[in-house]
């Protein structure tokens, strides 16, 4: 298996076992008598070790090695699904949420992407790349879809006799075993994946222990950083498991209505990634992340208005068919951009402002989701409203910066 398919694996398989868990999650925490708050500061706790992680990453993973670095933290998420399954004390949960990986949203924030993604860089160049990243992103969804049709699972099992309790700590162990084989994975890659260079880094100064060197691009890296930890802070507030805690308590959704819901949701974003190789090709790489971008925000408010679960379910399906077209488009973006030895520096520090962005808000969500305030969905239409704000952002500073490193990186 060529590097390129075997890295695509590794992500489905790590996906997979996010759509897993970010389902199973929130209804495991609220039968143990976490409050939503209580679960929304355990995914921040997440988060900030995520970026942490990624902060670590970014500056050594080249030095370290790419493959040994991947098969570390694929075993420390082995190790986190293995502590949930089967420890409830919260003060380790917290622990094991920090310094492990928790799979909790589609989107996967953890510091495996900067690693992958300076990998699949170096793997192709032009609309090749797009098009790996489009298929990086596809094998992603896809995989987290089957991942949330899995996790429907215990409760229908539950329904034939089986504890359900038990069904649970399995579900753990399939993200732990997911993990491991992850891990085996990244020992299989060849040396060609290694970075060919390492940039020696300094640690002198706070600004150099965040931002690792970036002597060509770092105008233009920091521009889309901070957008994009803009987006990432939006987008956190409806990470998958706070959108089931909140069908879950709004609506009464069970865990085989949220497993079909999430299975239905993330299988449309997967069917998009096919369009936005197209789309980029057609229309370039900004105008596709921004103009797919905005109707899909206005859906994600008008999900919160809605007053059933069947009509609230049907809107959040239609605008997965949008939000995540920008996904790859961005990533490739990113990587056109910049000069191919601070690739893995230019991933690290937009992966770094996305963690930082992200880790934030799952605490306000959790909040805006007890008491009377559920029935607002708050959190629904703040991120959709932040988004917006995003993306006009992106338009703004972007549309007139001239794309012909873009242009001529996709082939023209």
Known sequence: MRDGQRIILMRGLRQGAYGLLAVVLAIALTRDGFSPAAIGALVTVSLAGDFVGTLVIGHNADRWGRRRTLGALALLMALTGLIFGFLHWYPLLLLAAFAGTLGTSASETAPFLPIEQAMLGSQNDGAARTALFARYNLVASLAGAIGALVAGLPALLARVGLPFETLLALSYCLYALAALVVAWQASRLSVAVEAQSTVAHEHGSLWRLLIPPLPHSRGIVARLAALFSLDAFSGALIGQTLLALFFHLRFGADL???????????????????????????????????????????????????????????????????????????????????????????????????????????????????????????????????KIVYDLALWATFHRVPEDSVTKAQGG
């Open 256 to 386: 085989a209505m949220l497993g079909t819901l999430f299975f239905g949701a993330n299988l449309l974003a997967a069917l998009s990634f096919l369009a936005a190789p197209w789309l980029a090709r057609r229309f370039g790489l900004l105008n596709t992340m921004v103009f797919t971008h905005l109707p899909s925000n206005v859906l994600l408010i008008l999900v919160a208005l809605m007053p059933t679960f069947p009509l609230a379910a049907v809107l959040l399906l239609a605008r997965q068919c949008l939000s995540q077209l920008d996904v790859p488009t961005r990533q490739a973006y990113t990587m056109a951009l910049v000069d191919p030895s601070e690739r893995t520096a230019a991933a690290s520090v937009t992966s770094l402002a996305r963690s930082a962005g992200s880790a934030a808000s799952p605490v306000v969500a959790g909040a805006l989701l007890q008491g009377p305030l559920l029935v607002l969905g708050l959190p629904l239409v703040f991120a959709g409203g932040l």
